[in-house]
């Protein structure tokens, strides 16, 4: 049953089947009208476009950068959405002619079609203008088709917010019993793809404070589902469910998470915290998703910590911060180490941290450093008379280099 608003911004599940429904509508439409129509959803990212032959009535070449955008890249930018937003699209029932704007790159007018399900508009169909353009009753077909892509896409959005709340119950669940029946609810909403090979993405933090928003799972190739989750005292990231074909192969993984960082930094605003994402090991069925989040998240808080292993950081690839980021906070902080923590020692602390990444190598720590060596000898030296470590000593330097690397989580 339909939900409100808030339901509908939830991911929606992508089915082959949702995709050529689609894709059949939008087809339809295109035939209706005699132009190419394209499908968006509320966010201004592409379900589904037509390819109508208008014999050479509509020039491909005429086509401005805003639609070659959304075809190539699945979405809008934000000052798109925007700009097309301003001439109330959001509140329109019927079609709403857009004209011309080169400064803006729309080099072509528009005539938009707003989809809606029950009051709310769930989405939009573009169509270029053209001379002398679609008559009253081929657009009030048009329309009519609209209503059944809007109910469409409230069914669609509904498996959505059903598979959004079961994934975020799975990864905030007590281990144990709690746990166990969130996955068998997830095993249930999947189906016959909950045994496949999947793997978990963390991205954070994420740029919005409101849960809902977040991406569909449409832009993000081999997704299942997708949540937010809370990030730190006050912010949120989130959390992706990907399916893979090989262990071996974690290119889908990266290709996603590259795509929501781009999504995330679109979001953002001046002054916000880097952002950064994390991949979990591949793992078959969902018995394990719990684990897989942890490392993801662990991931994503290493690639944040140490910008080299970034910005998107796979579990196997993050070295001591598997350990690391496992401890409780405050779990590594040494009172012996405390001393060089401080700001005004923050060149001393580098140097520590090179030195020790370095093996105990003073010429290779020297070069990374571009300093002298017996500049580099004297740091040496005063990290020890501040600390009271030894560096000769195998324990005193673990000591500092595990306490080095927990400072930055």
Known sequence: MYEGPGTLRQNARVTSEYRDDYQELVDEISELLGAPATLENRDFELIAFGAYDSEGDLDPSALDPVR????????????????????????????????????????????????????????????????????????????????????LLADEAQHGADLTREL?????????????????????????????LHTVVCVAPWPSADPDDAPSVRTVPGATALCTLPWGATGLSLALLLRLRSTDVLAPATTAASRLLERARDGGRGGRPPVAAGIAAPRAGLTDLGTAWEEASASARAALAEPRL???????????????????????????????????????????????????????????????RQTLYYRLSRIEQLTGLDLDDGEDRLLLHMALKAHRL
């Not at 579990?315 to 040494?334: K, M």
């Not at 030195?355 to 020297?366: E, F, I, N, S, V």
Request: hydrophobic share 40%.
């Open 68 to 151: 070659t955008r959304s075809i190539l890249t699945r979405r809008s930018t934000a000052a798109v959405r925007t700009w097309f937003e301003g001439f109330g699209i959001t509140r329109a029932t019927g079609p709403v002619r857009i004209p011309r704007t080169p400064e803006a790159g729309v080099h072509r007018g528009r005539i938009c079609l707003p989809v809606r399900h029950r009051s709310v508009v769930l989405g939009y169909v573009w169509l270029l203008d053209y001379a002398p353009g679609p008559s009253q009753q081929q657009l009030d077909a048009a329309m009519r088709v609209t209503a059944r892509i809007g109910a």
């Open 168 to 196: 975020r119950a799975v990864l905030t669940a007590e281990r144990g019993w709690q746990r166990d029946m969130a996955v068998a609810e997830l095993r249930t909403a999947l189906g016959n793809r909950a045994d496949g």
């Open 310 to 372: 970034g910005p998107v950081a796979r579990w196997a690839s993050i070295g001591p911060f598997r350990l690391l980021t496992a401890l409780s906070p405050g779990a590594a902080h040494d009172p012996a180490v405390s001393p060089l923590l401080s700001p005004a020692q923050t060149e001393l602390a580098r140097t520590a941290e090179i030195y020790l990444d370095c093996a105990g190598q003073a010429g290779r720590t020297a070069a990374e450093l571009g300093i002298h």
